[in-house]
Structures are given as C-alpha cells and as structure tokens.
C-alpha cells in the first residue's frame, strides 16, 4: 500500500474491501455508460482491456444496476495522471464526491451484504466447524444398499467408505456415513478390496466392512504372514513382501489366508 497515503482510514478500508472481494468501480464492463476515461491522460501502458487499474473486468459484480460514483471502489477523477489532467469523469456533469475514501457508500455495503448473505436458514452468520464429519453419496442407487459390491460402491457410496466426504458446520447439514451393509457370513466376508482409492501406490489396501476386528494369517508367506485389520477400518501392504508384489489379501477368496474374528 502506499506509504503516505495508507494512513487515511477510507484508504485502508478501500484495500480491505478488495480483499473481501470488491473491485473497482470503474473497472465494470458497463462502466462506459456512466463515465469517460481520459487515457492519454493516463500512463501509456494502461489500458480496458490488459493493465492497469482502468482495464474491464468482464465478471464485475452488480453490473446492469445502478453505477455507483459514491463507491469507495470508485476513483476520483485525477487519480494516477501523469499530467494533472483529469482522467475519469461522470459522463453526466459532475459526480460529488467521486474518489471518496471517507467510507463505505450505501451501494458497497449492499454489495458486501449480497455477497455474503445467508444462503440457508440453518445456517447463521458466524458459522464455525461442528468437528463432525458428514458423507454424501456420489450415485442415487447407494441408498439402502445390500452388500458393497464392486469398485462402484466404493467409490460412490458412503456406507462402502466411498462416496464425498465433508467437514459439518454447526447448525448446518450433517449426515453422517452409514454403517457398513451386511455382508456375507464369515470374516473373509468383510474384506474389501479398496486398493483403487490410493491411486496405485500399493498393491492392497483393504477395508473391513464388519463392526469387529480381524485377524489375517497367511501361512504360505514366508516368513509366516499376519496382520489384523480394525473394526470398520483399513489397512494396506507394503509395496512389496519380500520383494514380490502381492495382493492376496484383497482377494480373500484365492488368498489362501485365514481371515479370523477377534
Ligand atoms: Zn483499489
């Protein structure tokens, strides 16, 4: 910011409203309608459409409402000459007050106050983390699934550690993941192969789709394999076991390990 300039408080707060997302008035695309800018009063290399603080920013906000010159946003009609010479002026006869930076016009509140206004009622101004964590399913056909069945469930469906989840505000929505389906009797059952969420940087990552946990033994290792894997939980193999790259435990069928309750 400008060191001479910056302790005036319109100054700081024009500064303050960009970071809240405001631009500058006579940035709008429709801003040709309300005001002329003096470009050759201006230095050489601004210009509407790549540079400088005069260049049209096709996305502004409010544009097609009224034009606001009480803006703070708005520069006043000799900023930045290199001449003296006025550089932007109501295309209208005389905007009072143009350039102001005593404070916020009614216009940038009512801005402010559109951009961030309430989008839902259950929400409220202030809104901060629930610390709870809630999951939405990425396909319609996950509700009330029977097993999980297939890379689909896993990545779509919340009750198969898949589908999208995210962080709950308090106050607002929060469904939490669903308990795992029931799946076929024994504990080899509750194996899930979920190796396809890692991006293939290991060879088995597999879920346990039971509410107990399980213990894995996989005798023709050598040496001797075992491991467990927790209630509703996870876990992977290393890359490799002695040097070879396996993936028994994501097929529990053709493993030929023990998959045992605990
Ligand atoms: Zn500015």
């Not at 309300?34 to 400088?52: C, D, H, K, R």
């Not at 009512?110 to 409220?124: H, I, L, N, P, R």
């Not at 689909?152 to 198969?160: D, P, V």
């Not at 990552?205 to 033994?217: L, Q, R, S």
Request: charged share 15%.
């Amino acid at each position: 910011m400008h060191p001479t300039k910056c302790p005036v408080l319109g100054v700081v707060t024009h500064e303050i409203a960009h970071a809240m997302g405001l631009g500058h008035e006579q940035a709008r695309s429709d801003r040709d309608q309300y005001v002329v800018t003096y470009w050759q009063n201006l230095p050489s290399s601004w210009n509407a459409e790549n540079s400088g603080p005069y260049k049209i920013m096709s996305k502004a906000y409010g544009v097609g409402g009224p034009y606001d010159y009480d803006s703070i946003m708005q520069y006043g009609k000799n900023f930045f000459s290199i001449n003296g010479q006025d550089t932007i002026a109501a295309i209208n006869g005389a905007a009072i007050g143009q350039g102001q930076r005593i404070g916020l016009s009614k216009g940038d509140v009512e801005q402010v106050v559109a951009m961030y206004m309430q989008m839902k009622s259950s929400c409220s101004a202030g809104s901060r983390f629930s610390g709870e964590r809630g999951c939405k399913d990425i396909d319609a056909s996950c509700a009330g699934l029977a097993a999980c069945d297939g890379t689909a469930h896993y990545t779509n469906c919340c009750a198969c550690n898949g589908g999208i989840e995210y962080q709950c505000f308090i106050g607002g929505e929060c469904t939490p993941r669903p308990p795992m389906p029931a799946v076929a009797a024994g504990a080899a059952g509750c194996i899930m192969d979920i190796t396809h969420k890692f991006g293939g940087h290991y060879p088995c990552v597999f879920g346990n789709g039971c509410d107990y946990g399980i213990k894995i033994m996989c005798p023709h290792l050598v040496p001797r394999m075992y491991t467990s894997v927790p209630a509703n939980g996870m876990n992977r193999l290393p890359p490799t076991i002695n040097g070879v790259t396996w993936n028994g435990i994501c097929k529990p069928a053709s493993s030929g390990c023990q998959f045992e309750k605990v």
